[in-house]
């Protein structure tokens, strides 16, 4: 399942500039500069908004991305109650995943959280309608749904209807659907 994420996301995980810069700073306390790790954060996000991303990443460097995600979501729902951005069933499970990363000694998802997928699932599959010519579902950001991809992609046990999840891969992957 990871692969194909990482297939829709274009190898890459993409980030709010200001979020990569505060990250960074962070990283810089918690790590000496000569630190591979620190060295290899900030080589990948300097200038950049993205991160190039595989399959197969060190133990480390999947921790201090989940930080970075973590950062990322909490500032896209500030963002989006900020400026009253309708409530979608995306947006609404970006929240339930945000309570769930808060919660790091859970062993298996939350019920809500469970909830909330099938219903953003539900609803992708069976009211959303594609746009092709903007490349999205009407009324969903792409920057919202990229954000449910890479927190599946880091946290793979909060996604539990992988079939559900790998068809929908599927069907954009058919589709001029840009992430």
């Known amino acids: 399942m990871k692969q194909q994420i990482l297939e829709a996301l274009g190898y890459r995980f993409k980030y709010d500039p200001s979020i990569c810069e505060k990250f960074l700073g962070i990283l810089s306390v918690r790590y000496d500069a000569t630190d591979p790790l620190h060295i290899e954060f900030n080589k990948l996000l300097k200038n950049s908004e993205s991160l190039k991303i595989s399959e197969n990443l ?52 939350s019920t809500e959280l469970l909830q909330g997928e099938e219903k953003m699932l539900d609803y992708l599959f069976e009211q959303a309608r594609f746009n092709d010519d903007r490349t999205e579902f009407e009324g969903i950001s792409n920057t919202n749904f990229r954000l449910v991809l890479q927190t599946w992609f880091l946290y793979p046990e909060f996604l539990k209807q992988k079939d559900k999840c790998y068809e929908l891969l599927e069907c954009l992957s058919l589709t001029p659907f840009e992430l």
């Not at 409530?87 to 309570?99: G, P, Q």
Request: glycine share 0%.
């Open 58 to 109: 060190e133990e480390n460097f999947i921790s201090e991305l989940k930080n970075l995600n973590k950062m990322n979501l909490k500032a896209r729902l500030k963002y989006l109650e900020e400026n009253n951005v309708p409530e979608t069933v995306v947006i609404s499970y970006l929240k339930l995943l945000l309570e769930e990363m808060s919660h790091d000694t859970l062993c298996a998802p």
